[in-house]
């Protein structure tokens, strides 16, 4: 079995892959100041409570966006699944991988992961948007290549930046309000965050599109995805899943270059 871990800067997605389906996976909450043996006391419990033994993990693929997590990852997985192979996302592994990173030092691990899922679904002319800490756009062109990323703040973050920057203005949940015309602050607030990104979203694509000269195939992923991918006029589907489908792509197409066991 394969364990995937993707370390995000505001949650940790990992689950465990039997070769045919995704046998459960968990988010956590990230915290960059645990040690690897709190972070073993977590994945310990949660695989223990899913009915998953450890020593039927065989191999690991990690991808990580925090540096300073990557070390106590990996000597937190080396303690608790010792036998196991880790494949970490890097650009030393990218020639291995089906799409062309133009740009491998100044792209995130979690991007190409979630770039090669939609790859292998959808093929070439490809958007993944992920509404994460960031809200990120990354293209596929034609010629199976990574053409670029779009950034910006995530929902989330901007509403944390606009409640710590302001007296009066709270924290709120995003979700879609009556009416653009707010007659209350938390209507007001999600007025504004929610249809403003869907008209920020609807945007980027479109300028992408006209850019390119050609139509994209747009899927979105990440945890405020089904918040504003219904709102838009260019978001086809979501995948809650794309990411850690990218990781298990990324073991497939790794250890059939190193020629070992998957």
Known sequence: ????????????????????????????QTDKFKTADE??????????AG?????EIHRIVLS?????LVYPFTEMLSELIPNSKTILVNPD??????????????????LVANALAAFQKFG?????????????????????????VAIAPGLQTAVSALAGKTAQLPQIHLTPP?????????????AGVVYGFTGLVD?????????????????????????????????QTTDEMLTLNGLYHIHLFVSKEQNVDK
């Not at 892959?17 to 988010?27: A, F, K, V």
């Not at 592994?93 to 979690?110: A, F, H, R, W």
């Open 93 to 110: 592994i990218y020639n291995k991988l089906p799409i062309k990173i133009l740009n491998p030092y100044q792209i995130g691990t979690d």
């Open 39 to 48: 972070y073993e006391v977590i994945f310990r419990s949660l695989l223990s």
């Open 64 to 68: 990580s966006v925090v540096p300073s």
């Open 124 to 148: 070439p002319l490809t958007m993944v948007i992920d509404f994460g800490t960031a809200l990120t756009f990354t293209t596929i062109g034609k010629n199976s290549e990574i053409l670029g």
């Open 51 to 55: 009915k998953l033994w450890r020593d």
């Open 178 to 190: 009556p009416s653009v015309l707010g007659e209350n602050t938390i209507h007001a607030i999600q």
């Open 203 to 235: 945007s980027i694509i479109e300028r992408t599109q006209n850019e390119l000269n050609e139509k994209l195939t747009v899927v979105a992923t990440g945890g405020l995805s089904a918040v504003i991918a219904p709102l838009t006029k260019f978001v």
């Open 1 to 28: 079995m394969l364990l995937a871990i993707d370390i995000g800067n505001s949650n940790i997605i990992f689950g465990i892959h039997d070769n045919y389906t995704w046998l459960n996976h968990w988010r956590i």
